[in-house]
């Protein structure tokens, strides 16, 4: 079985607990205007791997996995890649190795995968319907009942907020953020904000994409009040 990733690297504490091995996987359904990761989103492209020469990597490098950590499968999204990412976190989940996945929320059977991953981060870009469509090209729905068990079901989750100025960060939608996540029976759920930064402008401008964030920057006092809509909610806030 094979696996398509367009990127790997080790990080430190940043995408999961201590250091990991990070498969970014090719390919996504949505089309954020902010993505930091343009060259990922075609299905095609990339390199593409055996999922077992993958593990003997992984299994290589296990000295590696140093304060916690281990592999964190990214993308792109990687659920677009179903098989061959259950067959790998199922492999890595028997070798005791810690799993940690980044998902947009788009897979239907994303739950399937719950009991195969240590820490699952998972994405949400905007409550309301209408705006979530237009701004991701993907309908919300499937991703409200991903967020809902995520948070109900999974021992721990990180819920990622990334944050726009001009497109998901106005009081009244933070406001709706906040109260969805808090109407939702919890059980170890951190919010994480993920404030707009202009890592990926470069690279759609090489790609020949046109890059359409304008301002999208949101200022340090925004930031404070953010922070404060959410734990006024009773939501526990990572500090970014
Ligand atoms: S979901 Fe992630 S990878 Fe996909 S377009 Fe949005 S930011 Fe990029």
Redesign the pocket.
């Given at each position: 079985m094979n696996i398509r990733y367009f990127q790997k690297g080790f990080n430190f504490s940043q995408d999961g607990p201590g250091n990991r091995l990070v498969y970014h996987l090719q390919g996504?359904?949505?089309?954020?205007p902010?993505?930091?990761?343009?060259e990922?989103?075609a299905p095609e492209g990339g390199k593409l791997a055996d999922v077992n020469a993958l593990l003997d990597e992984v299994d290589r490098s296990r000295s590696m996995f140093f304060d916690g950590g281990g592999v964190t499968f990214t993308?792109?999204?990687p659920t677009l890649q179903f098989e061959a990412l259950q067959y790998a976190l199922q492999a890595l989940h028997e070798l005791g190795i810690n799993t940690a996945i980044e998902t947009?929320g788009?897979h239907s059977h994303l739950s399937d995968l719950f009991p195969l991953i240590d820490h699952l981060m998972i994405?949400y870009?905007q409550p309301f319907p209408r705006e979530h469509r237009e701004i991701?090209g993907f309908p919300l729905e499937t991703v409200l009942n991903n967020l809902r068990r995520a948070c109900a079901e999974h021992p721990h989750v990180v819920v990622h907020i990334?944050l726009v100025n001009g497109y998901n960060a106005s009081p009244e939608t933070i406001d709706a953020f906040a109260k969805t996540l808090a109407s939702f029976p919890r059980r170890n759920v951190y919010v994480e904000p993920l404030w707009y930064h202009e890592y990926g402008k470069e690279k759609w401008e090489r790609l020949h994409m046109p890059y359409t964030v304008k301002n999208g920057f949101i200022p340090d006092k925004r930031k404070r009040e953010i922070r404060d809509a959410f734990k006024a909610h009773g939501l526990n806030v990572i500090r970014t």
């Open positions: 996504c359904a949505m089309r954020c902010w993505c930091a990761n343009p990922g989103l993308g792109g999204e947009n788009t994405d870009k991701t990334p």
